[in-house]
């Protein structure tokens, strides 16, 4: 009930409650437009079914089908004319329709309830528990149109991975008429969700004593903003700390308060997140190839994270230093480039939204501070 109360009123709709007065200590949803307090559970449903213009039954537990059966009883007694409707999610219903023609069957009833109106097209687009593997997301695909869900975008894009995560352009392709800001911050929500599985990956053989240093190529060494002062930690603890940090910014109710419309100042952040996260593909590429490659030969998700950022612009192409056939360097180019050992010498500090030199100078290794 409470999704489909957010539902109604996010389209600016009107929620009105019944609830009997043994049951006024549950908690009510706060949005509601109207709340009527009555003496019995009777009541309530009269002045449900009684001011309703139809009646509608998802699925639920015996207190949905005990008010199902008195509905279906009320219509056939003609004490109430509007019509009602069963959504026969992934085929809930199924048992209670059988049950009905049984009903008919055994004559005690004499129609076959033709007058409800059962949705039996809907498939239930949830993974429950214990669903197989093969069985996994395993529902019809839908245009971005006819998707309704207050996420709809972040569905699309999912949706859109699982049918080909190789084909990038496919799933970077905005719907028409689709805003650019929401469509790079729900992207970007994505790859964070996705960079989780890496770093699980990661936590193998990412330890503390063999990558004591969030490094890339031999010339970058990242520090950490986790800290109060940035400075030096674990690669496998600036991953944690990285995704984090852009899981608690893009669910910032000052930044981003909408999914639906958001301003360019939060949109202008987006390209801090996106260098930040990208050090986790580098380091990956670079300090545990094996690992890396395996990664992405299922998920492609670095490639397409660097169309992405290229796309956008919120990453420069000198800074994009993994190397992905067709789309930023030359392979042969960049590995002849990660050649210069890390000596001790002066360090060149830079700033977060400066952009770093390129990483061939010799004999110098450059620190790049998330502060």
């Not at 309704?148 to 352009?169: F, K, W």
């Not at 969030?214 to 995704?243: G, S, V």
């Not at 990956?284 to 992405?296: K, P, Q, V």
Request: aromatic share 8%; charged share 20%.
């Amino acid at each position: 009930m409470g999704a489909v109360a957010d539902g109604a009123l996010s389209a600016q709709g009107k929620v009105i409650g019944w609830i009997p007065t043994f049951m006024k200590t549950e908690i009510l949803h706060p949005g509601l437009t109207e709340v009527h307090e009555v003496e019995s559970m009777h009541i309530r449903k009269h002045g449900m079914m009684t001011n309703s213009d139809a009646l509608i039954a998802l699925p639920g537990g015996p207190g949905t089908i005990e008010e199902l059966m008195e509905a279906i009883t009320w219509r056939r007694l003609k004490l109430i004319g509007v019509p009602i409707f069963i959504i026969n999610l992934d085929g809930y219903y199924n048992p209670l329709l059988e049950l009905f023609e049984n009903m008919r069957k055994a004559c005690f009833i004499v129609e076959d309830m033709t007058d409800l109106q059962i949705n039996t097209k809907l498939p239930l687009r949830r993974n429950r528990p214990g669903t197989k593997a093969a069985e996994w997301c395993h529902w019809p695909e839908e245009t971005s149109e006819n998707m309704d869900s207050l996420y709809h975008i972040q569905q699309y894009i999912q949706q859109s991975i699982r049918r080909n995560p190789s084909d990038i352009d496919f799933i970077l392709q905005a719907p028409d008429q689709q805003d650019e800001g929401v469509w790079k911050y729900e992207h970007l929500r994505q790859f964070c969700l996705e960079l989780n599985d890496l770093t699980v990956l990661l936590q193998k053989e990412c330890l503390p004593e063999t990558c004591s240093q969030m490094t890339a190529t031999e010339q970058w060494i990242f520090l950490c903003a986790a800290h109060k002062n940035p400075k030096e930690c674990p690669a496998i603890d600036y991953t944690r700390h990285t995704l984090d940090g852009a899981a608690s910014l893009l669910n910032s109710n000052k930044y981003f308060p909408s999914r639906i419309s958001i301003k360019e100042t939060s949109i202008a952040k987006l390209g801090s997140v996106c260098r930040r996260i990208y050090r986790i593909f580098s380091h990956a590429y670079y300090h545990h190839r094996t690992l890396y490659d395996e990664f992405e030969d299922r998920t492609h998700l670095c490639r397409r994270f660097t169309v992405f950022a290229l796309r956008y612009g919120l990453i420069p192409k000198d800074n994009l230093i993994v190397p992905i056939n067709g789309v930023n360097q030359d392979v042969t180019t960049i590995m002849q480039q990660q050649t210069s050992p890390v000596k001790s010498v002066p360090v060149q500090s830079i700033k977060d939204n400066d952009s770093p030199p390129s990483p061939v100078i010799p004999s110098t290794a450059a620190i790049e501070s998330d502060a």
